[in-house]
Structures are given as structure tokens and as C-alpha cells.
């Protein structure tokens, strides 16, 4: 088993559902997102590329690539990265991390991971999203885990789930009856830095 993601680019509306969803179900902290929507045109929000009237939007959501060949795993001195055999995702075991950050350099994809410089601080006094979610810790470096508790339960990630646009496909690359495998058999796609070798596991529709 293999599970990836395949992102239409042509269906993305840069709506920020999948960063939120994602902020919630996973009850990341203040000033932590897994998820960001970049625009082709430059670093601020809804920036056309091009100079007028001859403009175009783009948008671009990054997170965790979870590669087949992931750079963080191998410099993780105690293993506290790692890629599950069962599904291929790479997590993270905040338990044994000890924010030495060296998968963060290790990563060619900048700013798909954060790290928690201090207690995690939220603005509401009460612990939001699914109940299952790992205690998230001081001095540990976080990222996308492709929502793993919500697998255990049968269900998609949930910036898939709750993005208006259905732009967004996740499945087992492994099974070539399954969505995913479909529509990167069928469709145009790009990924982020093939130069790297990383395989990444996150296809972008084009």
C-alpha cells in the first residue's frame, strides 16, 4: 500500500478550506499550518502573475510530499521520523523527536514543516478537532501526517474532505483501480522538485 495525494490545479480556487480544515481537525497550535496556498504571481495571497490586463492566477497548495525516497528519514538521528511499511506516509513521533531539526534541513520542500519553540499556545482554552490527535510538544518539529487517525477510521484526510472544489483525491497509489492511480494515469501532472529524488507522493494535476 501506498497513499498519496493528487491535487486538480485546475479546480483549485485558493480558498484556504484545505489549510483550515487541516488547522482544526489537527489542533495546531497558534501560527502553525501544515497546509499553505501559495499563488503563482508572488508570496502574498491572490497575486496574479503577469502584468496587466495580460494576467493569470495559479494556485499552488503545499504541504508534506510524502516520498517514497524521503531525505528527512534517513538524517533522523533516533528515528523519530519515519515512513510507515503499512501506507507509505511519513510521520513523525513526537515522542522520541529531539528537535534537532535536521529533517527540516534535510527537506528540499522549505517551510512544509514547523517547529515548536515553546508550549504550544492556541487562542482558545480548549483542545479543538479529533480527539485521537497526538499532544503536541514543546521543542518537536510537526508537518502533514495525511491525517492518519481519521485513516484508522476509514476516512479521508481532511483537507479532502472539506474542499469545496473536490480538487483534491487521496487513495492508494499502489491499486490501479483506485482514483488516484486513474487519474495520474490519465492526466497531465507535475511534481515538486523530481530533481531530488525524493519521489514525492503528491501529484499535481495540471
Known sequence: MHYGMAIDTKRCVGCNACSMACKMVN??????????????GGDEIDTPAGIFPN??????????QHCENPACVKVC??????KDPETGI???????CIGCRMCMA???????RSFNWEEPAYSVDFAVGDVDVAKHQKHTVEKCTFCYQRQARGEVPACMDLCPARARHFGDLDDPASDISKLVSEREYMQLLPSEGTRPSVYYLV
Do not use: E, I
Not at 27 to 40: E, F, G, I, S, Y
Not at 90 to 96: A, H, I, L, T
Not at 106 to 112: D, K, R
Open 106 to 112: 534535510a527537506c528540499p520542500y522549505t517551510g512544509v
Open 90 to 96: 511519513v510521520r513523525q513521533d513526537y515522542d522520541k
Open 55 to 64: 494576467v493569470s492566477m495559479k494556485y499552488l497548495t503545499v504541504s508534506c
Open 27 to 40: 489542533n495546531l497550535p497558534n501560527d502553525t499550518w501544515w497546509t499553505r496556498v501559495l499563488t503563482d
Open 77 to 82: 538521528p533516533v528515528g523519530a521520523t519515519y
